[in-house]
């Protein structure tokens, strides 16, 4: 298996931008999570997907965030407008079914630079 | 909350000696913990994941134990290699938040040859 996809890898946009970041998830997982890394803040979960459903958007920083799903193999983060303080890794994660007992395995991330 | 510490956020070791990296957590109340490695501009790879009934798992040179109860895991990493210089993070899923991760700041290793 080619494990999580993330795509593009670098993106580099200018304040007020829209940014579209890409996931695959690995090829079954039901489950599918995007987190955002950053030298402060550490590793923050953002939302998560149940079988294309979002379950907690908790940690959804702002309404210029937006997540979706439409089917089982891909997924999109949207930052509209983005800001210079959204600068982060943003990683996708993905699992299969026994929510709490099973293993999530990360994508190689999006290194994300708003100017 | 639960809280996540990993004590030392960093290290350095020459390459055969042996590694052992601390994590600690505020609250017994968990499913599992699971050990990440990452290399810098990568993503995480998944090393060990130990079930909150079990004591330990082992994996090659990598060994971690559980110690629910105290609220510490240990990572040991027999003889170490250049190879394994990397940042190690330890995370564990929350019985009171869907099964949600919640992530140590990470250990920080340098191996030297």
């Known amino acids: 298996d080619a494990g999580v996809i993330q795509s593009p890898r670098h993106e580099v946009t200018e304040m007020g931008q829209e940014v579209t970041l890409r996931c695959k998830p690995i090829?079954?997982?039901?489950?599918l999570f995007w987190y955002r890394q950053t030298m402060m803040r550490g590793l923050e979960l953002l939302i998560y997907f149940n079988n294309n459903v979002p379950i907690d958007d908790s940690g959804m920083p702002e309404d210029r965030f937006s997540a979706k799903m439409p089917n089982a193999s891909f997924s999109t983060l949207k930052i509209q407008p983005s800001e210079p303080r959204d600068s982060a890794v943003y990683f996708c994660?993905?699992?299969?079914?026994?929510?709490?007992?099973?293993?999530?395995?990360f994508g190689p991330g999006t290194r994300l630079t708003v100017l | 909350k639960q809280e996540v510490t990993q004590i030392p956020a960093a290290l350095s070791v020459p390459e055969g000696e042996n590694l052992v990296l601390n994590c600690s957590f505020t609250d017994s109340a968990i499913y599992n913990l699971q050990w990440f490695r990452q290399d810098p501009g990568k993503g995480l790879t998944s090393l060990l994941l130990i079930q909150s009934s079990q004591r330990e798992q082992t994996s090659g040179r990598l060994n971690a134990s559980l110690d629910k109860s105290s609220g510490r895991s240990t990572l040991y990493i027999a003889a170490s290699q250049p190879g394994d210089s990397a940042t190690y993070l330890c995370a564990v899923r929350l019985t009171d938040s869907w099964g949600k991760l919640q992530f140590g700041a990470g250990t920080q290793v340098v191996v030297t040859p």
């Open positions: 994660a993905s699992h299969i079914g026994g929510l709490y007992y099973n293993e999530q395995f």
């Open positions: 090829s079954g997982h039901d489950y």
